[in-house]
């Protein structure tokens, strides 16, 4: 059989909780939906910068109005 949990993190630097963690939240997943789910972060991170790059115009133009 394989190798334990315990073996398999101490062997990778990481602990057993952590790996529980990871499984109970990607466990179910398909290597295609985690990339997918990758790109999603990714995709909302440049939405949130071109989001707050507006924000700040729109603040910058307002103060010149005044």
């Not at 466990?27 to 990714?42: D, I, N, Q, S």
């Amino acid at each position: 059989m394989g190798k334990s949990v315990p073996d398999l993190c101490g062997e990778h630097g990481m602990s057993s909780a952590c790996f529980y963690q990871w499984r109970s939240k990607y466990g179910g997943m398909y290597a295609l939906l985690m990339k997918r789910m990758k790109e999603l972060k990714e995709e909302n991170l440049r939405l949130k910068k071109m989001y707050a790059e507006k924000c700040l115009m729109g603040e910058i133009a307002r103060e010149g109005l005044q």
